[in-house]
């Protein structure tokens, strides 16, 4: 395979908080790790994240996963069994972006409920009715999966305050609470809302070291200690348990120390970004309000699609995510500067004309 020539490396890649790379502190974190078999639970940098990731949330146990699609599927798991039903929102990451594996992995039955402010917020009156009967023409119903922030809604923060009003819609009625806080890390650092806040509202949580936090992969199912024993023998089911994996639990610890409070750089960056969306005419932010890191519109005909406006903006020397005909996604991160984003705004703003 060839290198990436030199206009390649020098693109300012605003497709996802992915694409980020390790920087030099997190590499030498990562070389020094001490490591051992994590399947015989001897990795002791393992261990340790799993204990302080969890104590950070407010939770007993944690479970290291190479990714945030597996943690989910994981919790589904854990919470349902074939027949089962669990209740989100339709444009949750768990219901569009996870291969169907609910269905597929456990035999559970996601029923969607739109947001009806459309990016991604539910309240408690939203699950009012939908429950499904103790009949056995019916699915049971046994799990309500919350997304913070909420991807597809914009990168939307639910507030704690509904979500209480949720957990205890939910506690009436015997459902489990399952977090795919995937990007919680921008939730806590917008609100100021402590992790363990979070964490306690919720029987299992998903977090991801990924994403804003810039590893190279890792994510974590928190919960109840029980819980997360049975997470341990469904990992090992869907092919994911790691062996001398320490390596990678350094980077996320590094992570935990030096990058969170760093993620309000990320969402100054995006209300750059945003501010050249709005001065577009065939642009739309959708949502109109830019929470956090992301950054979704809309581009109407007169701009042909969602993928032309992509490749207009690669031939300036900026990646996006053309994820619809016509909707487009930007992200914030780790890898790209305020000037990069300067730039990046400047390169939207000349297709005005």
Partial sequence: MSSPSIRERQMIDLRSDTVTRPTPGMLAAMTAAPVGDDVYGEDPTVNELERRTAALFGLEAGLFVPSGTMANQIAVRVHCRPQDEALLETTSHIRLWEAGGAAALSGVTLTPIDSPTRDGRLGASDFAGRVSPDDMHSV??????????????????????AIGDISRWARQHNLAMHLDGARVWNAIVKTGVPADVWGRMFDTVNVCFSKGLGTPVGSMLLGPRDLIAQARRIRKLFGGAMRQVGFLAAACLYALDHHIERLAEDHE????????????????????????NLVWFEVDARHGNAKAVAERLKAKGVLVAP????????????????????????????LAG
Avoid at 141 to 160: A, K, M, Q, Y
Avoid at 269 to 292: D, H, M, S, W, Y
Avoid at 329 to 342: G, I, P, W
């Fill in 323 to 350: 994820l619809g005909a016509h909707v487009v996604r930007v992200v914030t991160h780790l890898d790209v500067s305020r000037e990069q984003c300067q730039k990046a705004a400047g390169a939207i703003r000349a």
């Fill in 269 to 292: 960056n995006a209300q750059v970004i945003a501010k050249a969306v709005e001065e577009v005419p065939g642009f739309t932010l959708a949502p109109r309000t830019v929470e956090t």
């Fill in 140 to 161: 049971r119903t046994r799990l309500v999966c919350l997304e913070v922030t909420h991807n597809r809604g914009g990168g939307t923060v639910l507030s704690p305050d």
